[in-house]
């Protein structure tokens, strides 16, 4: 069955460093989402891909978040300077489509410590 | 804006029980609905999607309903197992393309 690789799966970063993931979704999906998630809450949308483009952006915090997806397949989202509150699940997702027959598929995630 | 809500926050049931986990929305216009499972520490495993113009999805022991007009969706569980303890997060599919999560139910079957 097709996945979504993320990787590193954990990371440790010592707060004002600069801490980056990667996402490569299921091949052909051309929507891709970075997803943060705080221990016991749900996911929030950071942003959002169609191909290459930034579809949504609105949430990410673009003083110290970048993200980018440069041929329109894996994806980068970067961290500089990382803060004690960055720590989190970062989520990667993709869909092959948009409409009602159409779900996401969520990789593994990436744990991110600051300290 | 949609706001997606999930009540209980947090659920202890004996094994072997059927129980239901509540999920709610402010705006039906939607795709779709989609219920995850998350184990701790881990990424979202889809467990089922439930189209705008569907009731219901049925899968193994898995049961989901969906009533639109209201804003509810329930995931039913049929005779509960403590393999099943994990977070269950719903999320709805809606304008623009966004996916919107509940809070999540933490559910724990006691053997």
Redesign the interface.
């Known amino acids: 069955e097709a996945e979504v690789a993320q990787s590193p799966r954990y990371k440790i970063t010592e707060k004002s460093q600069a801490v980056a993931f990667w996402c490569d979704p299921i091949s052909g999906h051309a929507t891709l989402y970075w997803y943060r998630q705080i221990l016991g809450q749900g996911p929030e949308l950071l942003v959002q891909f169609q191909d290459e483009s930034v579809v949504d952006d609105s949430q990410l915090p673009k003083d110290r978040f970048s993200a980018e997806r440069l041929k329109g397949v894996d994806s980068t989202l970067k961290i500089q300077p990382a803060e004690l509150g960055d720590s989190a699940m970062y989520l990667c997702a993709s869909s092959s489509g948009q409409g009602a027959v159409y779900g996401y598929t969520f990789g593994s995630g990436t744990r991110l410590t600051v300290v | 804006k949609q706001e997606?809500t999930?009540i209980p926050a947090a659920l202890s049931v004996p094994e072997g029980e059927n129980l239901v986990l509540n999920c709610s929305f402010t705006d039906s216009a939607i795709?779709?609905l989609?219920w995850?499972r998350q184990d701790p520490?881990?990424?979202?495993?889809?467990l089922l999607?439930i189209?705008?113009?569907q009731r219901e999805q049925t899968s193994g022991r898995l049961n989901a309903s969906l009533d639109k007009s209201s804003g509810r969706s329930t995931l039913y569980i049929a005779a509960s197992q403590p393999g099943d303890s994990a977070t269950y997060?719903c999320?709805v599919?809606h304008a623009?393309?966004?996916?919107?999560?509940?809070?999540?139910t933490r559910l724990m079957v006691k053997p």
């Open positions: 997606v999930q795709y779709n989609q995850f520490g881990k990424g979202l495993t889809s999607l189209q705008s113009s997060l999320a599919r623009g393309n966004m996916l919107t999560f509940g809070g999540g």
